[in-house]
């Protein structure tokens, strides 16, 4: 994942070292208020030969669905085969503070993943939905390899339109083999269905090292709308009362036992990672996408290309 906070000069030199490094795909994240997901993927795209670039996610309130159609379709047609969607409902206080959270989020998203897969199938397109209205719209070039159209949810209701609307779900951070199994449940897709995971990552030769440049990254797991991706967990109830107890999210991480925290990220030891990873595939992951930590995201590329 490229970090949403790196400095914007970084950006190509990121993704050049992700490319020339091996890893399959590089995702850039849209939150609030840090940068555009569409520009950066197509900077990504643009300086690097080979990487597949994910945008995970936007946000759908904040677009029309025609008009994030054309971005996406405008990018599968300069760098064919290399681009995948991701879209979701955005985090409700962020939807919020700009005006774009809908009254049902479900709806606006189902809509919205209709048109988008319709349209870039070169479809002609008629909708009158709640919120996504389109009256015979068919873009003038369809891209040859249709992108596959992601959503980015948590949340049983949100996870099963994602099963009957999406090319697949985007999980966020902490995704254990025990939360991707409830997911799939919830899911219930009745044919192909592409699962990436987001984890945080971090590989060194000392666990205990790579295991305290995680636990900063870990702070935001306690908060609820985590609470999917703990209640599968046999120490939810524990972890529950852990960051009760604690007063700052700061002690919640310091006070994380390293059990949980080999559980919540991709950590330790190459060994200790692989042995991780392997679980996810085993799961039902078709991609574990690693969020870099430490104080220089581009050397933490160096330390986590020892897991390809």
Not at 19 to 46: M, P
Not at 79 to 107: K, N, Q
Not at 219 to 235: K, T
Not at 296 to 304: C, G, I, K, Q
Request: aromatic letters at 6%; proline letters at 7%.
């Amino acid at each position: 994942m490229l970090p949403r906070d790196l400095p914007a000069g970084r950006v190509v030199e990121f993704a050049q070292r992700a490319d020339a490094l091996g890893f399959d795909e590089l995702w850039v994240v849209e939150d609030c208020y840090f940068r555009g997901g569409i520009a950066q993927a197509a900077v990504a795209l643009a300086s690097t030969p080979r990487i597949h670039v994910g945008l995970g996610i936007l946000p759908a309130g904040a677009r029309n669905t025609a008009f994030v159609t054309m971005e996406i379709a405008t990018l599968a047609e300069l760098f064919p085969g290399r681009v995948t969607a991701g879209i979701g409902h955005g985090m409700p206080v962020w939807m919020r503070e700009v005006g774009a959270w809908p009254a049902s989020p479900l709806a606006l998203l189902g809509e919205t993943l209709r048109g988008m897969r319709e349209l870039l199938r070169g479809q002609r397109v008629t909708a009158d939905g709640r919120y996504v209205q389109l009256s015979g719209v068919q873009l003038e070039n369809a891209p040859s390899i249709v992108p596959a159209v992601l959503a980015g949810v948590r949340g049983p209701k949100s996870l099963a339109l994602a099963g009957r609307h999406a090319d697949g779900t985007v999980l966020a951070e902490p995704v254990t083999p025990e939360y991707l199994a409830a997911a799939l449940d919830s899911i219930a897709a009745r044919g192909p269905h592409r699962i990436v995971a987001y984890n945080v990552a971090a590989v060194d030769d000392d666990a205990v090292v790579a295991r305290n440049l995680a636990r900063p990254a870990l702070e935001w797991v306690g908060e609820p709308d985590w609470a999917p991706h703990i209640i599968p967990l046999d120490f939810a109830a524990d972890f529950a009362a852990l960051r009760t107890r604690s007063a700052s999210r700061a002690e919640f991480v310091a006070a994380l036992p390293d059990a949980w925290v080999d559980r919540l990220a991709i950590v330790g030891t190459v060994p200790d990672a692989r042995a991780s990873l392997a679980r996810l595939h085993d799961a039902g992951a078709h991609s574990v996408v690693f969020i870099p930590v430490g104080p220089d995201p581009v050397a933490a590329l160096d330390s986590l290309s020892r897991l390809l």
